[in-house]
């Protein structure tokens, strides 16, 4: 059983940056591949980026690209996702995800989930 746990969320002005984190605990949290989707009011869960168990990101949602990248550190067994350029839009909760070995854009691919972290983004 893998525990995640997202911190890093808050409320930034348009134009701001934030770094998310995702600890991962149980398992052998670095044979997982991670995820991060987001979940805005009224709106299903979206794929963000995701990040093979070597390393290798995803390609981003086209909403996040050039702004949005993902990283790990295993030693750590955690997971960031910082974000600059941060628009209004950008406000929802995000969640970070785990599945074995290979990422996938699609949430029902994986198998553990954190509670998740509330971005706001002001105008």
């Known amino acids: 059983q893998v525990r995640l746990v997202e911190s890093g969320g808050g409320l930034v002005q348009a134009g701001g940056s934030l770094r998310l984190s995702c600890a991962a605990s149980g398992g052998t949290p670095g044979n997982y591949a991670m995820g991060w989707f987001r979940e805005a009011p009224g709106k299903g869960r979206e794929f963000v980026v995701g990040?093979?168990?070597?390393?290798?990101?995803?390609a981003r949602a086209d909403s996040v690209k050039g702004r949005f990248t993902i990283s790990r550190d295993n030693a750590k067994s955690t997971v960031y996702l910082q974000m600059n350029s941060l628009k209004p839009e950008d406000t929802a909760v995000y969640y970070c995800?785990?599945?074995?070995?290979?990422?996938?854009?699609?949430?029902?691919?994986?198998?553990?989930w954190g509670q998740g972290t509330q971005v706001t983004v002001s105008s």
């Open positions: 995800a785990a599945r074995l070995w290979v990422a996938s854009r699609q949430r029902d691919d994986y198998d553990y």
């Open positions: 990040i093979t168990w070597r390393g290798f990101s995803t």
